[in-house]
Antibody
Framework: EVQLVESGGGLVQPGRSLRLSCAAS????????MHWVRQAPGKGLEWVSG????????GYADSVKGRFTISRDNAKNSLYLQMNSLRAEDTALYYC?????????????WGQGTLVTVSS | QSALTQPPSASGSPGQSVTISCTGT?????????VSWYQQHPGKAPKLMIY???KRPSGVPDRFSGSKSGNTASLTVSGLQAEDEADYYC??????????FGTGTKVTVL
């Protein structure tokens, strides 16, 4: 059974940094691309970033480009999102999602999310 | 990277059908057969219902179907059931390692 468990969320001041983690199990992690998708309170889903199976390709939404960095450690079955220069509009529930293949593939399984609140 | 456009709401009585549209551009929906649909119940994580425009993952009822014409994709839920009441989001590959989601549609079973 695919399991994705996010951690690292919390309350952070504007301009500060936060690093999210996602622990994956139940599948061969290094065979699949991974994604981060966020959902602001009461709002819709927003794709944030994706990374291929071998970290060879990454993608970012325009809203986070230059501030967020996605990475993965296949030896630890873990996905990360380094978030710098955080803004109030980054406040959201951040989901880790498994890609359906190793490259540019849609998310198929999702974790339960970790909440990030950016406020002074 | 503009969000795909979906109607805010849709509704139908039990047993009826409801169709949700998802309009993008030739750079996303119209350019790739990588449209997927997700169901999200309140307080829950999204669940994949349709992938690659019209394919259903194992375990998803065949009441759910997808299609695409030009820059617009559609999700149809036939034989509506109470448990189908949820938010639905479309998503499309948008090239250059990017994806985009729709604005979301709240489906109400009357």
């Amino acid at each position: 059974e695919v399991q994705l468990v996010e951690s690292g969320g919390g309350l952070v001041q504007p301009g500060r940094s936060l690093r999210l983690s996602c622990a994956a199990s139940g599948f061969t992690f290094d065979d699949y691309a991974m994604h981060w998708v966020r959902q602001a309170p009461g709002k819709g889903l927003e794709w944030v970033s994706g990374i291929s199976w071998n970290s060879g390709t990454t993608g970012y939404a325009d809203s986070v480009k230059g501030r967020f960095t996605i990475s993965r450690d296949n030896a630890k079955n873990s996905l990360y999102l380094q978030m710098n220069s955080l803004r109030a509009e980054d406040t959201a529930l951040y989901y880790c999602a498994k890609g359906s293949c190793g490259g540019d593939c849609y998310p198929d399984y999702w974790g339960q999310g970790t909440l990030v609140t950016v406020s002074s | 990277q503009s969000a795909l456009t979906q109607p805010p709401s849709a509704s139908g009585s039990p047993g009826q059908s409801v169709t949700i549209s998802c309009t993008g551009t030739s750079s996303d929906v119209g350019g790739y057969n990588y449209v997927s649909w997700y169901q999200q119940h309140p307080g829950k994580a999204p669940k994949l219902m349709i992938y690659e425009v019209s394919k259903r993952p194992s375990g998803v009822p065949d009441r759910f179907s997808g299609s695409k014409s030009g820059n617009t994709a559609s999700l149809t839920v036939s034989g509506l059931q109470a448990e189908d009441e949820a938010d639905y989001y479309c998503s499309s590959y948008a090239g250059s390692n990017n994806f985009v989601f729709g604005t979301g549609t709240k489906v109400t079973v009357l």
